[in-house]
């Protein structure tokens, strides 16, 4: 069974991190793709980044280009997003999400994780 667990949401000041991660198992993590997507109270969802299953290659939203890393270990099957200078525009549930295949601009997905909220307010 594919299981992708979000954490490391929370509250945080305007200005400060987070980094997020997301453990999955249940199928051959280095083969597939993953995003991080978000959805904001009262709005759809968001791409936020994507990265290949294996080099490297990664790709991020306009919104967090320069302010958010996306990244993977493969050996641990942990993909990971790092936040800095968090606006409250930033505010959603954060879900992890596997691709069909191998690219991050594929964008089809079929398993997704539970979500972590991420608040940011002073």
């Known amino acids: 069974e594919v299981q992708l667990v979000e954490s490391g949401g929370g509250l945080v000041q305007p200005g400060g991190s987070l980094r997020l991660s997301c453990a999955a198992s249940g199928f051959t993590f280095s083969n597939y793709a993953i995003t991080w997507v978000r959805q904001a109270p009262g709005k759809g969802l968001e791409w936020v980044a994507g990265?290949?299953?294996?080099?490297?290659?990664?790709n991020h939203a306009d919104s967090v280009k320069g302010r958010f890393t996306i990244s993977r270990d493969n050996a641990k099957n942990t993909l990971y997003l790092q936040m800095n200078s968090l606006t409250p525009e930033d505010t959603a549930v954060y879900y992890c999400a596997k691709s069909l295949w191998s690219n991050w601009y594929d964008f089809v997905y079929d398993s997704w994780g539970q979500g972590t909220q991420v608040t940011v307010s002073s």
């Open positions: 990265i290949n299953s294996v080099g490297g290659g990664t």
